[in-house]
């Protein structure tokens, strides 16, 4: 190693590198010089090391993002343009078969856009007829239900007319039964007598066969009021009850 590169670390020549002076020899050898980068590299490898702070992005990512930018605006300027453009083209070209105008559509977009609102009107509108078409829905089946239950009681009513209509005409016999023996336990004895052409109660009381007084064509009447049409008018063949006289000399209609 050089004489004057050892005198450094030794000390000798300190108080001359304090003072800021250097050895022109030192500074002249290469090696030294290599030497003395390679102790100045360690000691800085051996330091902590040094963080670089983040700062602004430069200008050259400023541009990739206006870049970046650029091309999602374009993106989406193509997409409404193609939108707009197969709207234009949904609408009907004129008599000549001229291709719509911008302005002409949105005259159409405009006509559109009032029957678009007319359309949601008159869904409203439906809306509602449905709901008041399902209530009077639920009041007919209300009143269905309600009319099958009338039917159902009217059934039975009509079971019960029909019934009591049997039994009134049961009774109706009977009692023209009982009427009979009844006459018969009130007149006694009796017997029949056949009208003839032109007779009446008075001569048919009058004859000799029957009471021989004709006072007594009460008694017919009273006993044949149900058996003859008209008891003033007698009609040839009708058969009249002629009651005899009780054995207990009473007599009573």
Same mark, same amino acid.
């Given at each position: 190693?050089?004489?004057?590169?050892?005198?450094?670390?030794?000390?000798?020549?300190?108080?001359?590198?304090?003072?800021?002076?250097?050895?022109?020899?030192?500074?002249?050898?290469?090696?030294?010089?290599?030497?003395?980068?390679?102790? %100045? /590299?360690?000691?800085?490898?051996? !330091?902590?090391?040094? *963080?670089?702070?983040?700062?602004?992005?430069?200008? =050259? $990512?400023?541009?990739?993002?206006?870049?970046?930018?650029?091309?999602?605006?374009?993106?989406?300027?193509?997409?409404?343009?193609?939108?707009?453009?197969?709207?234009?083209?949904?609408?009907?070209?004129?008599?000549?078969?001229?291709?719509?105008?911008?302005?002409?559509?949105?005259?159409? %977009? /405009?006509?559109?856009?009032?029957? !678009?609102?007319?359309? *949601?009107?008159?869904?409203?509108?439906?809306?509602? =007829? $449905?709901?008041?078409?399902?209530?009077i829905q639920r009041q007919c089946d209300a009143l269905k239900e309600e009319n099958e239950g009338m039917k159902a009681v009217l059934v039975q009513q009509e079971e019960k007319i029909r019934s009591l209509k049997a039994e009134t005409e049961k009774w109706k016999a009977e009692s023209e039964g009982l009427r009979e023996t009844i006459e018969r336990l009130l007149l006694g004895e009796f017997e029949?007598?056949?009208?003839?052409?032109?007779?009446?109660?008075?001569?048919?009381?009058?004859?000799?066969?029957?009471?021989?007084?004709?006072?007594?064509?009460?008694?017919?009447?009273?006993?044949?009021?149900?058996?003859?049409?008209?008891?003033?008018?007698?009609?040839?063949?009708?058969?009249?009850?002629?009651?005899?006289?009780?054995?207990?000399?009473?007599?009573?209609?």
């Open positions: 190693m050089n004489t004057g590169f050892s005198a450094i670390f030794r000390g000798e020549e300190s108080n001359r590198f304090r003072k800021g002076s250097v050895n022109a020899d030192l500074c002249r050898n290469p090696v030294c010089i290599v030497y003395a980068v390679l102790l %100045l /590299s360690g000691s800085n490898l051996c !330091a902590a090391p040094v *963080e670089v702070s983040i700062g602004a992005p430069s200008r =050259l $990512q400023t541009l990739e993002r206006k870049a970046s930018e650029y091309e999602r605006y374009k993106e989406q300027y193509q997409e409404i343009q193609e939108m707009f453009d197969n709207m234009l083209a949904l609408l009907p070209a004129d008599d000549e078969g001229a291709v719509p105008t911008p302005e002409a559509g949105y005259g159409m %977009l /405009s006509d559109l856009l009032e029957k !678009a609102n007319q359309a *949601e009107s008159l869904s409203r509108e439906l809306k509602n =007829l $449905q709901k008041k078409s399902r209530f029949y007598y056949e009208v003839k052409e032109g007779e009446t109660l008075q001569s048919i009381a009058a004859n000799p066969l029957v009471y021989g007084d004709p006072s007594r064509a009460a008694w017919l009447r009273q006993a044949n009021w149900r058996r003859v049409e008209n008891p003033d008018v007698l009609s040839p063949g009708e058969v009249l009850i002629v009651p005899r006289f009780p054995r207990n000399g009473s007599y009573e209609f």
